[in-house]
């Protein structure tokens, strides 16, 4: 959810660390900046025009035919090729097969590659292996994937490190649609080319996102709803200020026994079910809370809407938004109710379709919401969330700003207003303007020596800064005001990696995170894709599986899958080839 406790993650810069971006095949993380940085350093333009021209083609040039060739008769060649080695005569075939290609005359191309194949002898492995692929690279012309994928297995079987067979192998089974198989192919190239080559990476990418897609939507809709911890859950509620159903129980909301008892949780005995929701909030016994809501639903209570909202919002929590929907709807479109309960409800829903991909439903909610209250802080905040998230850093600082002047206090909107400019001055690259935006977090720091989530915000702008120390400090500070917010003990782990390549200490921190809480999916991720770079792969499946079962969202659950799903093929690759990329 965009209103949960995670800070905003920066979309690009060059703030990873060196381990994170440079092996785990193709996925989100890595394509997001790796790739870029690797590619960037790998070669110039026109070496890496020329290596992906030359998978197109077959290998081998056709020889040039001599003068004295082309002058003699049918029967001198024939001599001729009666004195020649039949490897030769093979090699022969295949330069014939060539020219034939590169003429687009495929079928006899195919013929003179078949004769070459049948006149190599099976001991000359590495040309008869060639022969294979060029066989390969005609049929692929001729958009017969099945065949291709026959000769480029039988040219790896005979030289399994063959990186043009195997990728052409790998092109062929996505069209074949066997994602898995596709998979295994390229990251065996990935391999065996340091991920320095576009082409492959980019298939990589393109597959893992596919397989997650269609992993996370089967595995989603047949999900256990699973409460997130207490933790994460006061966390996503701190980050409204204008939020009628998270306010603590009312004074006028306690019945007549409880008014004299001032400081304590009202008993709630009449039967408002969203009363009884409300004190188990107060109690943290999360679990209830759907139920006691559906009560007051059912019942049509004098707090049916806020019961609705309570109950969606609840939903959202536990990762069912087909739940929550008709909940939110029914809140939005009832104008009798509270005008602060309805702008909740569009900035959930609105949140819910940005969670969903759909960019443009979640900013009319967010519009909506800021036209029927206007003076409604937390939609200019959440919308400003929104903004950074689309890249409309303009926008964003706007929102931030008018957040700003309906509440001064806001601290948190005030380092996210820093972290937009800091952010867009940073890919600008504007010194000036990166300093104007430190010097910003250095104000709120000073003026809001409270807010842990300032400290977080500035860490990750020292540390894209290469300020690791000062980063550390500003983590230490937030572990200070919140020693249970796991999520900072995860981003302190990375930094110790970036900044000392402690891997010991790094993991000591992130273990950390998963003891103060066991739900927290973004330190299993973490861990697995440190196990990635450990080479300790089934370790790796192993996180990142149980990461998945702790998603929030259809979407987080997707990228989970593309991690695992590239581990998984290394391991299979490891099995294959014996290919590992380097390890930490």
């Known amino acids: 959810m965009m209103a949960a406790s995670k800070p905003v993650e920066p979309q690009s810069g060059s703030g990873l660390p060196r381990w994170q971006v440079a092996l785990l095949v193709g996925t989100p993380i890595v394509l997001g900046v790796g790739a870029i940085y690797l590619w960037n350093r790998s070669r110039t333009k026109e070496k890496q025009g020329r290596r992906d021209g030359e998978r197109k083609t077959p290998e081998g040039s056709a020889s040039p035919v001599p003068a004295q060739a082309q002058q003699d008769g049918a029967a001198n060649r024939a001599a001729r090729e009666q004195d020649m080695s039949p490897l030769d005569r093979a090699q022969a075939a295949k330069n014939k097969g060539n020219k034939y290609f590169k003429a687009s005359k495929y079928e006899q191309a195919i013929q003179c590659y078949t004769e070459a194949i049948s006149l190599c002898p099976k001991d000359q492995k590495g040309d ?38 195997l990728f052409r192998r790998a092109k062929a089974q996505e069209r074949l649609d066997k994602k898995k198989e596709c998979l295994e192919d390229v990251t065996a190239v990935c391999i065996l080319e340091a991920f320095q080559n576009q082409q492959s990476m980019l298939l990589a990418d393109k597959v893992l996102k596919l397989l997650g897609k269609e992993k996370a939507k089967e595995k989603y809709k047949n999900r256990e709803p699973l409460m997130p911890s207490p933790q994460f859950i006061k966390s996503y509620f701190s980050s409204f200020t204008d939020d009628i159903i998270s306010q603590p129980l009312q004074k006028g909301e306690k019945n007549d026994e409880d008014k004299d008892k001032e400081g304590e949780a009202a008993e709630v005995t009449e039967s408002s079910g969203y009363l009884k929701a409300k004190q188990y909030m107060e109690e943290e016994n999360y679990d209830k809370i759907i139920s006691e809501c559906s009560k007051e639903v059912e019942s049509q209570g004098k707090y049916m809407a806020e019961a609705l909202l309570l109950r969606a919002t609840f939903y959202l929590l536990i990762g069912n938004a087909t739940a929550a929907q008709p909940d939110l709807d029914q ?94 001055a940073y890919t600008g690259s504007n010194p000036s303007q990166v300093q104007t935006a430190m010097d910003g977090f250095e104000d709120v720091i000073r003026r809001f020596p409270k807010c842990a989530e300032c400290y977080a915000l500035y860490a990750q702008a020292l540390t894209d800064q290469q300020q690791f120390g000062k980063a550390d400090e500003m983590y230490d500070k937030c572990i200070e005001l919140e020693p249970d917010n796991a999520t900072t003990y995860v981003h302190k ?22 003891e103060i809480d066991n739900k927290c999916d973004f330190a299993y991720e973490t861990m697995g894709t440190i196990e990635v770079q450990r080479g300790n792969l089934d370790k790796a499946i192993d996180m990142f599986n149980k990461a998945i079962n702790l998603a929030k969202s259809e979407m987080e659950m997707a990228h989970l899958y593309s991690l695992c799903d590239a581990a998984y093929a290394q391991t299979e690759v490891a099995k294959k080839y014996g290919l590992k990329p380097p390890t930490l």
């Open 128 to 165: 008869l292996s060639t022969f294979y692929q060029n066989r390969a690279a005609a049929y692929e012309q001729q958009m017969k994937w099945a065949e291709v994928v026959q000769d480029c297995s039988q040219a790896v079987e005979l030289n399994p490190r063959y990186v043009k067979a």
């Open 331 to 424: 809140v939005i479109n009832m104008e009798s109710a509270n005008v602060k309960l309805r702008a909740n409800a569009l900035i959930k829903r609105g949140s819910m379709y940005m969670q969903q991909q759909q960019p443009q439903l979640s900013t009319q909610d967010f519009n909506m919401a800021a036209e029927i209250d206007t003076h409604n802080a937390d939609v200019y905040h959440h919308r400003g969330q929104l903004k950074i998230l689309l890249d409309q850093v303009e926008e964003a600082v706007a929102d931030f700003d008018e957040c700003i002047l309906l509440r001064p206090d806001s601290a948190l909107a005030q380092a996210q207003k820093c972290f937009a400019l800091y952010r867009q």
């Open 493 to 514: 782990g990375l930094l110790q990696l970036q900044w000392k390549q402690d891997l010991d200490m790094g993991l000591e921190l992130i273990s950390k995170a998963i």
